[in-house]
């Protein structure tokens, strides 16, 4: 059976569920709503996006270092992706993955959130179909320490070769264990463009060379005079609606 690690950047950014607007990969949530959401955030919370959004994960290099003691990786397989859905079709569609166990370090488990499969494949529910097609023997999810706070419920699915844990506790039993292939992935849905550097930073230290992700494009500028047009205009509107 063949190891592959994964790796979501979403692991390290803080995500309060009161935020999450039931985000799906399209355009909108992927770009133009990160501006809005900005702009919102500022006139209302008079908090950043970095400040809504934390990053409180383990520094990347530290991380790097960690994982490259417990799970060596020296010449396998990468794959860097926006979504945690090409996992899937890039395991599927490889003759050479067979039988799979996947450590999966992330904020969501992937492995399905109903009782019965959606009808495609997607980012949340990827594990479940690798599953159903006699792939993936073992999935290892490693939450972040920060999910503690807003915990998963995975309960139903703690069966069939699935393991969850947090990751300071999984560090205390880890073993190594050689890796022959990675799967990086953005996320932008859920991590804002301000971390996009950060990310490619990330990913060059944990593969060298690898082709990155284009960063997309994002500004801070005019967000705060923005937010004020924005923040007049509401009270403005309250006013003559009393």
């Known amino acids: 059976m063949q190891t592959i690690l994964s790796v979501d950047w979403d692991f390290f950014i803080e995500e309060d569920p009161f935020l999450d607007m039931g985000h799906n990969e399209s355009a909108v949530f992927f770009d133009l709503l990160w501006t809005e959401r900005a702009v919102s955030w500022i006139a209302f919370n008079n ?10 994960g383990p520094p990347p ?16 397989e990468v794959c860097v992706s926006e979504s945690h859905k090409q996992i899937y079709d890039w395991i599927k569609d490889d003759l050479k993955w067979r039988k799979v166990e996947i450590i999966n370090f992330d904020a969501h488990h992937d492995l399905g959130y109903k009782n019965e499969l959606e009808k495609e494949v997607n980012c949340g529910n990827w594990g479940a179909y690798l599953k159903k097609d006699g792939i993936l023997k073992k999935h290892t999810t490693i939450y972040p320490e920060w999910r503690g706070k807003f915990p998963e419920d995975f309960s139903y699915l703690q069966k069939n070769g699935n393991v969850f844990h947090y990751f300071e506790n999984y560090k205390k039993f880890a073993r190594k264990k050689k890796i022959d292939a990675i799967f990086i992935c953005r996320s932008g849905c859920w991590v804002p463009p301000v971390y996009d550097s950060l990310f490619t930073g990330f990913t060059n230290l944990l593969c060298s060379g690898v082709k990155c992700l284009p960063e997309r494009t994002w500004s801070a500028k005019g967000l705060k005079s923005r937010s004020k047009e924005l923040s007049e205009w509401v009270k403005e509107f309250k006013n003559k609606n009393k």
Do not use: D, G, N
Not at 47 to 56: A, G, H, Q, S
């Open 47 to 56: 908090k950043t996006v970095e400040e809504m959004l934390p990053f409180v």
């Open 61 to 76: 290099l530290e991380f790097v270092v960690w994982l490259s003691r417990y799970f060596p990786y020296e010449k396998c």
